[in-house]
C-alpha cells in the first residue's frame, strides 16, 4: 500500500508533544494509504538534535564530545555523552507515553556510518571518515547500538515493528572526493565505491540482524549512488525525487524493476492563497518521472512519499527553527500526495 512518512525532524523542544503530533497526524490517513509514523528527532536542542549527534548518542564504546569545530569521537564519556544518553531515555519515554497502544510500522531515522564519519572528527585527527579504520568502528558501534535502541524501541512500543531509514546524505560526497579537511584548504580522499558499498552492506546486515523489520537507504539528493545502494542489500532506496533527471530516473527503475521498493523525498509543497497547497505536483514529482520512465503503476503500492519537515521560521533566540503549524500542514499535504499516488496505482 503507497505510505506517507517523514525523514525525522520535528518542530519544538518537547518530545512527547512532537511524538505525540506525529502519531496522531498520521493515525487517519486518506483512503488506500498507510500512514507510517516515526520516532522524532527535535533540531531545537541546537548541536545535540543533529543527525549526527542523534547517532553519536548511539554508539557502543565509541563516546563523542562536542569541540570547537562540532562533535569529535572522545577517548572517555564526559558531559556531553551523558546528556546524549539522557536526551535517548527522554525520547524513548515521550514514544513509549504517544505510542500507547500502537500496532503497526514504526520508522526508526538514524545517520547511516558513512554520513556520520563525514560529520565528526578523530579525538586528533580529521574527519572520521579520511580514516578506514575509524570507519569500519564506526560501522560495528553503530551497528551494535541501534540494535540496543530497536530493543528499547519494543519494550516502549510492544505492537511497533521498525524500520529504520537509514540516512547517507554525504555518501555522494565522501565517494567523489570532495569533502573539505579539517583546515578548509584541501579535499579529503574519496572513499572507493566498492569500499562505501561494503560498509553500508556491513551495516544493513547488522541492522537486520538487530531486529530491523526492513532497510531503507535514503541517499538524499545523491542520485548518482543508486549502484551503492545496490551493493548494500537494502529493502529500499530513499531519495530525493527532486535530484531526479530522466537518467536518474532510469537508474531508479532499474533497482525498482529488480525489486527494491521506493521511498521518494518530495519538495516542500508550493501554496497560494487562492487554491492553497499544490497537492497534484507534491504526486506528480513522483508520477510524473516514473511513467517517463516506464515503470508499472502497480508498482506505485510499494512508494512511499516522505514529508519535508516543512519551512523555517526566525525564533525569538534568533536563529530559525522548524514552524509546528507549518510542519503539520506539509504532513497533511504530502498525506493528500500519496492518496492521488495510490489512485494512480489502481487505474
Do not use: K
Given at each position: 500500500?503507497?505510505?506517507?512518512?517523514?525523514?525525522?525532524?520535528?518542530?519544538?523542544?518537547?518530545?512527547?508533544?512532537?511524538?505525540?503530533?506525529?502519531?496522531?497526524?498520521?493515525?487517519?490517513?486518506?483512503?488506500?494509504?498507510?500512514?507510517?509514523?516515526?520516532?522524532?528527532?527535535?533540531?531545537?536542542?541546537?548541536?545535540?538534535?543533529?543527525?549526527?549527534?542523534?547517532?553519536?548518542?548511539?554508539?557502543?564504546?565509541?563516546?563523542?564530545?562536542?569541540?570547537?569545530?562540532?562533535?569529535?569521537?572522545?577517548?572517555?564519556?564526559?558531559?556531553?555523552?551523558?546528556?546524549?544518553?539522557?536526551?535517548?531515555?527522554?525520547?524513548?519515554?515521550?514514544?513509549?507515553?504517544?505510542?500507547?497502544?500502537?500496532?503497526?510500522?514504526?520508522?526508526?531515522?538514524?545517520?547511516?556510518?558513512?554520513?556520520?564519519?563525514?560529520?565528526?572528527?578523530?579525538?586528533?585527527?580529521?574527519?572520521?571518515?579520511?580514516?578506514?579504520?575509524?570507519?569500519?568502528?564506526?560501522?560495528?558501534?553503530?551497528?551494535?547500538?541501534?540494535?540496543?535502541?530497536l530493543a528499547?524501541?519494543?519494550?516502549?512500543?510492544?505492537?511497533?515493528?521498525?524500520?529504520?531509514?537509514?540516512?547517507?546524505?554525504l555518501l555522494?560526497?565522501?565517494?567523489?572526493?570532495?569533502?573539505?579537511?579539517?583546515?578548509?584548504?584541501?579535499?579529503?580522499?574519496?572513499?572507493?565505491?566498492?569500499?562505501?558499498?561494503?560498509?553500508?552492506?556491513?551495516?544493513?546486515?547488522?541492522?537486520?540482524?538487530?531486529?530491523?523489520?526492513?532497510?531503507?537507504?535514503?541517499?538524499?539528493?545523491?542520485?548518482?549512488?543508486?549502484?551503492?545502494?545496490?551493493?548494500?542489500?537494502?529493502?529500499?532506496?530513499?531519495?530525493?525525487?527532486?535530484?531526479?533527471?530522466?537518467?536518474?530516473?532510469?537508474?531508479?527503475?532499474?533497482?525498482?524493476?529488480?525489486?527494491?521498493?521506493?521511498?521518494?523525498?518530495?519538495?516542500?509543497?508550493?501554496?497560494?492563497?487562492?487554491?492553497?497547497?499544490?497537492?497534484?505536483?507534491?504526486?506528480?514529482?513522483?508520477?510524473?518521472?516514473?511513467?517517463?520512465?516506464g515503470l508499472?503503476?502497480?508498482?506505485?503500492?510499494?512508494?512511499?512519499?516522505?514529508?519535508?519537515?516543512?519551512?523555517?521560521?526566525?525564533?525569538?533566540?534568533?536563529?530559525?527553527?522548524?514552524?509546528?503549524?507549518?510542519?503539520?500542514?506539509?504532513?497533511?499535504?504530502?498525506?493528500?500526495?500519496?492518496?492521488?499516488?495510490?489512485?494512480?496505482?489502481?487505474?
Open positions: 500500500m503507497t505510505g506517507v512518512s517523514g525523514t525525522g525532524a520535528w518542530p519544538g523542544a518537547e518530545p512527547l508533544e512532537a511524538q505525540q503530533t506525529v502519531l496522531g497526524d498520521l493515525a487517519d490517513p486518506p483512503d488506500g494509504v498507510e500512514g507510517l509514523p516515526w520516532t522524532v528527532r527535535l533540531p531545537e536542542r541546537g548541536p545535540y538534535g543533529t543527525l549526527a549527534a542523534d547517532a553519536l548518542g548511539l554508539l557502543v564504546d565509541l563516546p563523542a564530545e562536542l569541540g570547537p569545530h562540532g562533535w569529535r569521537l572522545a577517548d572517555r564519556p564526559g558531559a556531553d555523552a551523558g546528556r546524549l544518553a539522557a536526551a535517548r531515555r527522554q525520547d524513548l519515554d515521550a514514544l513509549a507515553i504517544a505510542a500507547h497502544g500502537w500496532d503497526g510500522p514504526l520508522v526508526v531515522p538514524v545517520s547511516g556510518p558513512v554520513t556520520l564519519a563525514a560529520s565528526v572528527y578523530l579525538a586528533r585527527g580529521d574527519r572520521a571518515v579520511a580514516d578506514a579504520g575509524a570507519v569500519a568502528e564506526i560501522v560495528e558501534s553503530l551497528g551494535a547500538g541501534v540494535a540496543e535502541h528499547a524501541v519494543r519494550r516502549a512500543v510492544p505492537g511497533a515493528r521498525p524500520t529504520v531509514l537509514l540516512h547517507e546524505p555522494a560526497q565522501a565517494v567523489a572526493g570532495v569533502l573539505p579537511s579539517f583546515s578548509g584548504y584541501a579535499r579529503l580522499r574519496s572513499v572507493p565505491a566498492p569500499v562505501a558499498s561494503e560498509r553500508l552492506a556491513r551495516t544493513v546486515r547488522l541492522l537486520r540482524e538487530g531486529g530491523a523489520e526492513r532497510v531503507v537507504l535514503h541517499v538524499g539528493t545523491g542520485a548518482g549512488t543508486t549502484g551503492a545502494v545496490r551493493g548494500s542489500g537494502a529493502d529500499t532506496l530513499g531519495i530525493d525525487a527532486a535530484a531526479l533527471d530522466e537518467r536518474r530516473w532510469e537508474a531508479v527503475a532499474e533497482l525498482v524493476e529488480g525489486g527494491t521498493h521506493l521511498w521518494a523525498g518530495v519538495p516542500q509543497p508550493e501554496t497560494s492563497q487562492c487554491a492553497g497547497p499544490d497537492v497534484r505536483g507534491v504526486a506528480d514529482a513522483v508520477l510524473r518521472g516514473w511513467e517517463r520512465v508499472d503503476r502497480a508498482g506505485l503500492r510499494d512508494v512511499v512519499l516522505l514529508a519535508p519537515a516543512g519551512p523555517s521560521v526566525p525564533s525569538a533566540r534568533g536563529a530559525d527553527v522548524l514552524d509546528p503549524a507549518a510542519a503539520r500542514s506539509t504532513l497533511a499535504t504530502v498525506a493528500r500526495a500519496a492518496g492521488i499516488v495510490a489512485e494512480r496505482a489502481e487505474a
